[in-house]
């Protein structure tokens, strides 16, 4: 069994910081990548950011240079500086994996945590 818990949301000012971070639990053999994705009230889910194992990034448009996304390869564990942050950031945030694991035989899962709420507001 594979579990993605998230932490770190909460409600900020414009122009605050949040920090979030996702750890990985379970049988793990692999994680290739991580990611965090984010979904705003009536809209679809949407990128934000994704980290290869290697350290590879990738950012939406909307978030580069203000956001940056690391990962703990030792701790599966990945996580997201929010700096700026702007009103139109606000969502549910959601860790995102892609996870090989191994109970006696290996197997490939696309994991997802359970959100996280982050709320800009002054």
Known sequence: ????????????????????????????????????????????????????SGGRTNY????????????????NTVYLQMNSLKPEDPAVYYCNAGITSYDGRYVSLDAWGQGTLVTVSS
């Open 60 to 75: 939406a448009d909307s978030v580069k240079g203000r956001f940056t996304i690391s990962r703990d390869n030792a701790k």
């Open 1 to 52: 069994q594979v579990q993605l818990v998230e932490s770190g949301g909460g409600l900020v000012q414009p122009g605050g910081s949040l920090r979030l971070s996702c750890a990985a639990s379970g049988s793990i053999f692999s994680i290739n990548p991580m990611g965090w994705y984010r979904q705003a009230s009536g809209n679809e889910r949407e990128l934000v950011a994704t980290i290869t």
